[in-house]
């Protein structure tokens, strides 16, 4: 089966420092995906990053980075230069795909990050 | 343009109630999904389905219906509502192609059960 473990229940970064959010995964799949979504206060639920078990370099987008250490079996996400706006939840995703293009997303138990001014 | 819209967005109804929430994607997606998010921010898939097929049932009560009219619609019936219900659900959907990672989500119906 697997499983998403996010260990930090909440973080606080002070404004303009990089801030590293931990996720852990276990699967016995071959082929996964690895997902970051943000949730901020209003509810919604916004794609960050991806990377995919096969991808040989880091994935990024923008201020976010994506640590993919496959041995480790660990995807945490890096965001650099934090700012006010990055105040949400976060949450680390794995995707297998079955059949027919389903993915089933299995998401861990979220980080609360807090950007102090 | 929303891509993924649900409603209604709040829904507060009495214990033994049936309700509905209803979602549409306009992406041309083939795959839609029900998340529920509980009290405690854990999100966990409910179910999937591809072109009006379903693919994915978790470990749901019998009393939450899933019903997709077409590929751009799957829709949510739940009967009896319990008090643990109370949750925020949400509908996403993805596009058939492997080389496609994202899941868009909706904006959630919160369902407040009293």
């Known amino acids: 089966a697997q499983k998403i473990t996010q260990t930090q229940p909440g973080m606080f970064v002070q404004e303009k420092e990089a801030v590293t959010l931990d996720c852990t995964y276990d699967t016995s799949d071959p082929s996964y995906g690895l997902f970051w979504y943000k949730q901020p206060s209003s509810g919604e639920m916004i794609f960050l990053i991806y990377q995919g078990s096969y991808d040989q370099q880091n994935a990024t987008e923008g201020r976010y980075s994506l640590n993919f250490q496959k041995a480790r079996k660990s995807a945490n996400l890096v965001i650099s230069a934090s700012q006010l706006g990055d105040s949400a939840m976060y949450f680390c995703?794995?995707?297998?795909?079955?059949?027919?293009?389903?993915?089933?997303?299995?998401f861990g138990q979220g980080t609360r990050l807090t950007i102090n001014p | 343009d929303t891509a993924v819209s649900q409603t209604p967005k709040y829904l507060v109804t009495q214990m033994g109630n049936d309700k509905s929430i209803k979602c549409e994607q306009n992406?041309?997606?083939?795959?839609m999904y029900w998340y529920k998010q509980d009290s405690k921010k854990f999100l966990k898939i409910m179910f999937s389905?591809?072109?009006?097929?379903?693919?994915i049932n978790e470990t749901v009560p019998n009393r939450f219906s899933p019903k997709s009219p077409d590929k751009a619609h799957l829709n949510l019936h739940i009967n009896s509502l319990e008090l643990g219900d109370s949750a925020v659900y949400f509908c996403?959907?993805?596009?058939?192609?492997?080389?496609?990672?994202?899941?868009?989500f909706g904006p959630g119906t919160r369902l407040t059960v009293l």
């Open positions: 995703a794995m995707s297998t795909l079955l059949i027919q293009g389903a993915q089933k997303l299995v």
């Open positions: 996403a959907s993805s596009p058939r192609d492997y080389r496609s990672i994202e899941q868009f």
């Open positions: 992406l041309g997606h083939d795959t």
């Open positions: 389905y591809n072109n009006k097929e379903l693919i």
